[in-house]
């Protein structure tokens, strides 16, 4: 039998998980690490963590699942979007990471968007707004305010492209991970050159496109020694997080819905062609799947804000003990109602300029209202986004609920009481890293194309029903949430005119 490992850098930890054929998971660890935050819009990180956490993962994985490294055929990638890293000539980083989150480059979003127009950004990129998120605003914010950076730049590369140069020492990325870079065109599969020529570089400084699948070389001797891997063990071009996660849960066809809540939340839909929203509220990217794509409405801060709750005010607890706590709350939080926004809004408002909101605190209310707000107003932003894609003609008879956030029933029944559908889990909490296994399957030869790999790796694991009692009462909170943002985003540019 052939072992397939996967590696998933998400924004603030790295995941590896070793299946075999069936999708059943050998080994697996999981290593946090901190983002460098000096400032409210600024985020970054040390290039060299995702290598040192990765070789980290990988050799605990190898000795927990005491295979011979040989055993392992291939190893793929998931990882976040967005996130800016330099290489000079030599391979080496020329500055901090600027991670996805970071939200400096307004100024240079809006030339962006002034530049080019919404219409043709999103007509091109499938991206419906400019924001600082995007890879293209950060580039620019380099060229203005460290030039010397971008002159040495030999390669710009994306975490998964990092990970890839690492472990193989060639510059490769593929399509779905750099359709939110904004310089990548989903029509013809190609780089967006005119936007290129607007930020300042060129092909050359970017790495060799691929398609998920693809196979990109060995594990070098160097990452052989550093890692513990076999050098005739492949490495093949992975996908996005969020649109490996998706693969991960049988969602390759239209007609499936699946969400994942880790630090960030992505609701994916998969659609055989470019499609739009006439009203520019939700992305449309290139899937990991040749010659098609996904509507994905993504929320920057979803298991994120609950992080920074836990790491801030939960004394120590781990996540089951506060969502154990927040239980025994009852819905709608006793009034208290969060807005989520702590880095900016994502879909479908697009407002960087949000912020997070408390509304409604009273004496009565304890740490464990705030922990089921935070749960609840995550609920409410996938329920925002669903009736977008509704109101695009996406039926949705149930949600297959993916990440970190599926692990817990409270959450779960959370989700499905405040949207009203059936939630449905799958057996490997893991589904980023099963996306990437069955990729990576397809790309050896382990497997002949998906479909068979769905069938081989996938397995349905729980089902939770909507409570009609429940569902009434978040109705109304809802509507709440959304008077309580509309009000917010108007005191808010009040204030940003006044200044």
């Given at each position: 039998m052939s072992y397939i490992l996967s590696l998933d850098a998400g924004t603030t930890s790295i995941k590896g998980i070793l299946f075999n054929e069936d999708g059943h998971i050998l080994a697996g660890d999981l290593q946090e690490y901190n983002l460098i935050t000096p400032a409210p819009d600024i985020v970054e990180?040390?290039?060299e963590t995702y290598w040192d956490v990765s070789k980290k993962v990988i050799r605990h994985i190898i000795s927990k699942a005491r295979i011979a490294p040989k055993k392992i055929s291939v190893l793929g990638i998931s990882s976040q979007g967005e996130t800016v890293i330099c290489m000079d000539k030599d391979?080496?980083?020329l500055r901090k990471a600027i991670v996805w989150l970071d939200n400096r480059a307004k100024d240079e979003a809006d030339k962006i968007k002034k530049r080019f127009g919404i219409d043709e950004i999103y007509k091109i990129t499938g991206q419906p707004d400019v924001v600082p998120t995007w890879t293209s605003s950060k580039i620019l914010w380099l060229q203005k305010n460290e030039p010397a950076i971008i002159e040495k730049t030999h390669k710009v590369l994306l975490v998964e492209d990092y990970l890839?140069?690492?472990l193989t020492g060639k510059y490769a990325t593929e399509r779905s991970v750099v359709s939110t870079t904004l310089y990548f065109n989903i029509r013809n599969g190609k780089w967006y050159k005119e936007m290129l020529k607007f930020i300042g570089i060129s092909e050359e400084q970017l790495p060799e496109l691929k398609y998920s699948s693809e196979i990109v070389g060995n594990i070098s001797l160097k990452a052989s020694k550093e890692t513990g891997l076999d050098v005739e063990t492949i490495v093949s071009s992975g996908a996005m997080d969020q649109i490996a996660g998706a693969i991960g849960a049988g969602n390759i066809k239209p007609g499936v819905i699946t969400e994942t809540t880790g630090?960030?939340?992505?609701?994916?839909?998969?659609?055989?062609k470019p499609t739009y929203d006439s009203?520019?509220?939700l992305p449309c990217q290139y899937n990991a799947i040749k010659d098609s794509y996904v509507l994905i409405p993504w929320i920057a801060t979803a298991g994120m804000v609950f992080k920074w709750f836990r790491d801030e005010f939960g004394n120590n607890k781990t996540y089951s003990e506060l969502c154990e706590n927040a239980d025994k709350v009852p819905p709608g939080s006793d009034g208290l109602i969060l807005l989520p926004h702590l880095s900016g809004a994502s879909c479908p408002e697009f407002n960087p300029k949000a912020k997070g909101v408390f509304f409604g605190i009273t004496l009565s209310h304890k740490k464990e209202h705030f922990t089921r707000a935070i749960l609840e107003s995550i609920a409410f932003m996938l329920k925002r986004n669903l009736e977008v894609l509704q109101e695009m003609g996406i039926q949705i008879n149930e949600v297959i609920s993916l990440g970190g956030a599926a692990k817990s029933n409270l959450w779960l029944k959370i989700k499905a009481d405040v949207v009203n559908k059936k939630f449905v889990t799958v057996e490997c909490d893991e589904a980023a890293c099963l996306g990437i296994a069955m990729l990576s399957g397809v790309a050896?030869?382990?497997?002949?194309n998906l479909e068979q790999a769905v069938k081989k790796m996938v397995h349905i694991k729980d089902t939770v029903l909507p409570d009609k009692k429940n569902n009434k009462i978040y109705e109304k909170a809802y509507k709440r949430y959304l008077e309580i943002y509309n009000t917010a985003e108007n005191i808010y540019y009040e204030k940003e005119k006044q200044k």
């Open positions: 990180i040390e290039p391979g080496k980083p890839i140069y690492k630090t960030a939340m992505a609701i994916c839909t998969t659609v055989d009203k520019k509220r050896s030869g382990i497997f002949k």
